[in-house]
């Protein structure tokens, strides 16, 4: 029997139960196993009974003649039905089991999110609002504080009114000097204006090495005699205050974060989330990690719910299923997994049917038809939310490659450091014409304009947890093995975690079910 359920697993199949007696029924299992396989044009998630059957009729259908069962074959079904256990999945919790949060209500407020408000037609009117609204917001942030309300407008500079200033801009350009100095350029709305940066100030140029096109600034600095370059003596992010005081909820649930599922590639980590699924039914875990799981009332999943079609090279090698529809279809069934109290939070990413470029809208209502059934709430990417009063920045985290190749001090690898400048410079993806397509909104919805309780990623397939200014942040894994497109990169995932926040004490943990509980 472990022979012919490898033979299928090996191809990213899980046999279903009644499907598998099926199978062991024949004269030859496993002969009768490879034709099956033979005749399949994709490999199935989960194979069934009727779809192993219609693939008998396909050309030939051989007919089974039944026979006399002695003690000896009573035995075997015997044993067929032990080893079945490991591949069945109990979705009945256990008697007596109480998940606390199935007694609360559901309490989500939609704070700010693209979906239903796109605008954009992709014209250069388009992206000139774009650049005025992320500069306007993120100035009115610099001006809301006291040691930011001395900046004046470029204009003044060229009038000669002032020979010390200090000034808002959008960086347009960095650059290095034959003699070492950066030399950045900025721009607001009524001109551009140079700024030198020298080379013998290690801390500044620190700084000056932070620096991204197309992020807002603030800068100190004095007049050049003939008033076309400005020698600056400090700079200033945005940043979130140090006296950031964290909501709470006032009651005892939590919120888990599911990230990068993965649905319909081969490297689906099947066995895992069967897991997963028990210990959220309360069938897995001693009596502290099922308490854990009956506090959990939603569970968020930050995008690449599936594994879509063609989004790396040769990624059809490693689908096991090859309709996008048929993706989705499978997502939902995983999804009507979980308990009905567990309220789901769904967000796209760039794995997803939507549109490419972010902010990305939730899923059309075609998609969302597919998950008829249960309580799931979809959003867009990036998207603000609160979760009984304590407020969530859920982002896919495409931007983090972005960041991480034009800063050198920060590493794909180490996500939580790259959130973390991120929220320093307020915004989420920065960089016009990198590695994220942005949409030309009029609106910037990739200002950080509301500073979070918590600020979760995905998309980079590690697990971290850490803290920034009272912000809880997270990293939240994956449910896919390696592919051969990381492997090529010699990136390793971290796969098959699940970080979990208390609402009420903002306390951070991981559930790991690389280990078994």
Same mark, same amino acid.
């Given at each position: ?31 009768? #196993? =490879? ?39 009573? $035995? ?11 591949? $069945? ?16 209500? #559901? ?13 954009? /037609?992709? +014209? ?13 917001? @993120? ?10 309300? &001395? ?23 960095? /650059?290095?000097? =034959? ?9 607001? $709305? ?13 801390? !500044? ?42 909501? =709470? ?30 210990? !959220?039914?309360?069938? #897995?875990? +001693? ?21 879509? @079609?063609?989004?790396?090279? &040769? ?13 989705? $279809? ?5 999804? &009507? ?30 998609? /969302?038809?597919?998950? =008829?059934? %249960? ?19 859920? *982002? ?15 590493? *794909? +690898? ?8 991120? !929220?320093?410079?307020?915004? !989420? ?39 920034? %200014? ?48």
């Amino acid at each position: 029997m472990e022979e012919v359920v490898k033979l299928f697993s090996d191809h990213g199949t899980l046999v279903q139960p009644d499907a598998l007696d099926y199978i062991m029924s024949k004269d030859d299992p496993i002969a009768f #196993a =490879s034709h099956i396989l033979s005749k399949m044009r994709e490999y199935p998630l989960v194979l069934s009974l009727e779809d192993i059957k219609a693939l008998e009729e396909i050309p030939e259908k051989k007919e089974e003649k039944p026979s006399t069962v002695n003690f000896q074959e009573e $035995e075997e079904v015997e044993e067929r039905e032990e080893e079945e256990e490991k591949y $069945e999945l109990p979705l009945s919790s256990p008697k007596g089991w109480k998940p606390l949060a199935g007694e609360y209500d #559901a309490e989500i407020e939609i704070l700010k999110d693209v979906t239903g408000k796109s605008t954009c /037609r992709g +014209n250069i009117e388009d992206f000139s609002l774009l650049f005025k609204h992320r500069y306007e917001s @993120i100035k009115k942030i610099f001006l809301s504080r006291r040691n930011f309300s &001395n900046s004046i407008p470029f204009s003044k500079i060229k009038k000669g009114y002032v020979k010390e200033v200090q000034l808002i801009g959008l960086v347009r350009e960095v /650059r290095e000097s =034959s003699r070492g100095h950066k030399i950045v350029e900025i721009e607001d $709305e009524e001109g551009v204006v140079t700024l030198l940066i020298p080379s013998n100030d290690h801390h !500044l140029i620190q700084q000056a090495n932070e620096l991204v096109t197309d992020e807002v600034i603030s800068v100190t600095g004095k007049v050049s005699r003939n008033g076309d370059l400005i020698i600056v003596q400090s700079i200033s992010y945005p940043d979130i205050s140090v006296n950031h005081k964290k909501n =709470s909820a006032d009651v005892p649930l939590y919120v888990a974060f599911l990230a990068d599922p993965h649905i319909g590639s081969k490297m689906f980590l099947w066995e895992k989330w069967k897991l997963l699924v028990k210990w !959220l039914n309360g069938n #897995a875990g +001693n009596s502290r990690q099922r308490e854990v799981a009956g506090r959990i009332k939603y569970v968020v999943i930050p995008g690449d719910t599936v594994d879509g @079609i063609g989004i790396y090279p &040769n990624q059809e090698k490693e689908l096991s299923i090859k309709d996008i529809y048929k993706q989705y $279809e499978t997502l939902s069934e995983l999804l &009507n997994m979980f308990p009905d109290h567990i309220t789901i939070i769904i967000q796209p990413g760039n794995h997803d049917a939507v549109r490419p470029a972010e902010p990305q809208p939730a899923f059309e209502e075609e998609l /969302r038809e597919l998950f =008829s059934g %249960r309580d799931i709430v979809f959003v867009g990417n990036p998207c603000y939310f609160s979760l009984h009063g304590v407020e969530v920045l859920s *982002y896919h985290g495409q931007s983090l490659l972005d960041y991480a190749t034009n800063i050198p001090t920060l590493k *794909y +690898n180490e996500p939580i450091e790259i959130m973390k400048v991120a !929220l320093k410079k307020r915004h !989420l993806a920065p960089i016009y014409g990198g590695h994220t397509p942005i949409a030309p909104e009029h609106v910037d919805y990739m200002v950080i304009d509301r500073v979070p309780d918590i600020f979760v990623t995905g998309h980079v397939h590690l697990t971290a947890i850490g803290e920034y %200014r009272g912000v809880t942040l997270i990293n939240a894994s994956s449910w896919q093995a390696q592919t051969s497109y990381q492997k090529m990169l010699n990136f390793i995932p971290d796969p098959a975690k699940l970080p979990i926040v208390d609402l009420k004490t903002g306390k951070a943990t991981t559930m790991d079910f690389t280990r078994g509980i």
